[in-house]
C-alpha cells in the first residue's frame, strides 16, 4: 500500500478521534495507509512543515491553523492545492458540500477550495456549574455580557476560587474573534481578503474599550491571564476558574479531563457597542498538501478526504469534538439524530457561526498572522499586567502588526 504521512496537532481526547479515524480510513480500504503523527502545537507543527519542506522531506498533508492560512497560499510551489488535486485524481471535492463559512475561508480569489476543511471551531464560554452554584450563581443563566462575566467572576472569587475567569487563545478570543463578534473591522481591506495592503484597525475605540475592561478585571482579580495559546485550557480544566472563553474544540478534553458539572455558553458581548452580537469566526484548522507528491499519493489523499468528510465522518468527528461540523450533510445528519437536544450546550457554536455576515464578520486573512498574534499577546501581557494602558498597547499592537504586514507584502510580490 501506498503509505501517506499526515502531521497534525491534536492532543489528549482529540489525538485519540484523530486516529479512530485514520484506522477506519486503512481499514476501509487496502491500496493505501495513512500514518498519523502529532507534531507539536499548531504553531510547531507549522514550522516544522515548512522548514521539512525546504528540506525536501515534508509530510504529504500537513494540518495548519486558520492564521497560517494567508501565509500557506502564498507559499508558491510549495502547496498543492486541494481541489485541483481531487480534479486531477478523477475525484472532485465540491466545495459546496461546505458550510459558506468554511469554505470561503479556505478558498481561492476564484472559489476552488486550497486545502481541505477539517477542525473547523469558534470560541464559547465554558463555565463551571458547581463554582457557580456554590457562589450563589444560577447555573442555568451564565453571564451574557462581559458586564455579567465581571460581576460573576467577582462572586467566584468570594466564594473561594482561586480564578474567576480566564481566556484561551487571547488573540483570537480578544482581537480577531471579538471584532467579528462587534461588528467592527479588525483590519482594513475587508479584513484583509481584499489585498496584501491590509493594515490592522486595532487601535480603534472598540478594542481599547474591550482591552481596558479587560485590564480593570485583571487588576480587581476577576480575570486570571492564563498565557498564550491553549495554556489556560489547564486552568478551566483543573477547577481553578470558573469561567474560561476557548475553542468550541476543548470539548472533548474538558469532558475527559474536568471533574465537575459544565455548560457552554454563547461568548459575551458589549451590550454598549452597537452591532453586538454579529457573528463570530471560525478558527481551528484545516489539511494542506504538499506539492511535487507523487499521482498516487494525490489519489490517496483525494480518498483520505472524501472519506473523512463524508456525512457519517463529518457527524461523529464534529459531535465528539466540539468542533463544528464543516459539511452540510454533517450538520443535517447530526440534526436529524436529535444530538442537539440530547447534549445541550454542543450547538452553540454551531448557531453562533450561523448568520448572514458582513464584511467584518466573513474572517481574516493576514500574511503573517501567527507572527502578529504573538506581538499581540505579548503587548495584552503588559496591559494586563497594568505596565501600559490599553490605548497605548493596542496602538503597540498596531503598529509592530502593521510592520508584519509590511514585511510579508514585499516578501510576496
Ligand atoms: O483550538 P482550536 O483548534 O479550535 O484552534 C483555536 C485557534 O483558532 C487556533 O488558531
Not at 507534531?39 to 507549522?46: I, N
Not at 463551571?128 to 451574557?144: C, I, M, Q, T, V
Not at 466564594?159 to 480566564?166: D, P, Q
Not at 448568520?355 to 467584518?360: H, L, R, S
Request: glycine share 10%; with cysteine.
Amino acid at each position: 500500500a501506498t503509505e501517506i504521512v499526515f502531521w497534525h496537532s491534536m492532543e489528549g481526547a482529540l489525538g485519540d478521534r484523530v486516529n479512530e479515524l485514520v484506522q477506519g480510513f486503512n481499514e476501509s480500504q487496502s491500496d493505501y495507509t495513512v500514518k498519523a503523527i502529532y507534531k507539536g502545537a499548531y504553531g510547531e507543527s507549522m514550522n516544522a512543515g515548512i522548514a521539512a519542506f525546504r528540506a525536501g522531506n515534508a509530510p504529504d498533508i500537513l494540518q495548519v491553523f486558520e492564521v497560517g492560512t494567508a501565509t500557506m497560499m502564498h507559499a508558491q510551489g510549495a502547496i498543492q492545492p486541494v481541489q485541483e488535486m481531487s480534479e486531477q485524481a478523477g475525484d472532485p471535492i465540491n466545495p459546496d458540500d461546505f458550510l459558506g463559512a468554511v469554505a470561503s475561508y479556505y478558498s481561492s480569489s476564484d472559489g476552488k477550495l486550497v486545502s481541505m476543511p477539517f477542525n473547523s471551531s469558534t470560541p464559547v464560554l465554558y463555565y463551571n456549574k458547581d463554582a457557580f452554584r456554590k457562589a450563589g450563581l444560577d447555573p442555568e443563566n451564565p453571564p451574557k455580557t462581559w458586564k455579567e462575566v465581571a460581576e460573576a467572576g467577582k462572586k467566584l472569587r468570594e466564594s473561594g476560587m482561586e480564578c474567576g475567569y480566564t481566556t484561551g487563545w487571547p488573540s483570537w478570543v480578544q482581537m480577531e474573534t471579538f471584532a467579528a463578534w462587534h461588528n467592527v473591522p479588525f483590519a482594513t481591506k475587508n479584513n484583509g481578503f481584499d489585498g496584501l495592503d491590509a493594515r490592522l484597525s486595532v487601535d480603534q475605540p472598540a478594542f481599547v474599550k474591550h482591552f481596558a475592561f479587560l485590564a480593570q478585571m485583571a487588576k480587581d482579580g476577576s480575570f486570571t491571564y492564563g498565557g498564550r495559546g491553549d495554556a489556560s485550557n489547564a486552568l478551566f480544566t483543573s477547577g481553578k476558574c470558573g469561567m474560561f472563553t476557548g475553542s468550541s474544540g476543548s470539548r472533548a478534553n474538558i469532558i475527559r479531563t474536568g471533574e465537575f458539572e459544565f455548560g457552554t455558553a454563547s461568548l459575551p458581548y458589549h451590550d454598549d457597542i452597537e452591532g453586538a452580537p454579529q457573528n463570530t469566526i471560525i478558527g481551528g484548522a484545516s489539511l494542506w498538501v504538499f506539492a511535487k507528491k507523487s499521482p498516487e499519493v494525490y489519489k490517496g489523499v483525494t480518498k483520505f478526504f472524501k472519506y473523512i468528510s463524508s456525512p457519517e465522518m463529518a457527524a461523529k468527528w464534529h459531535q465528539e469534538t466540539g468542533y463544528v461540523p464543516v459539511t452540510k450533510a454533517g450538520h443535517q445528519v447530526t440534526r436529524e439524530s436529535g444530538f442537539y437536544e440530547k447534549n445541550p450546550g454542543t450547538e452553540v457554536a454551531v448557531l453562533q457561526l450561523n448568520a448572514d455576515t458582513t464584511e467584518n464578520s466573513r474572517g481574516i486573512r493576514l500574511g503573517f498572522l501567527p507572527q502578529i498574534r504573538e506581538i499581540a499577546e505579548g503587548e495584552m501581557e503588559r496591559i494586563f499586567a497594568g505596565e501600559v494602558d490599553a490605548e497605548t498597547g493596542m496602538k503597540r499592537i498596531a503598529e509592530r502588526g502593521n510592520e508584519m504586514l509590511k514585511r510579508f507584502e514585499s516578501s510576496v510580490k
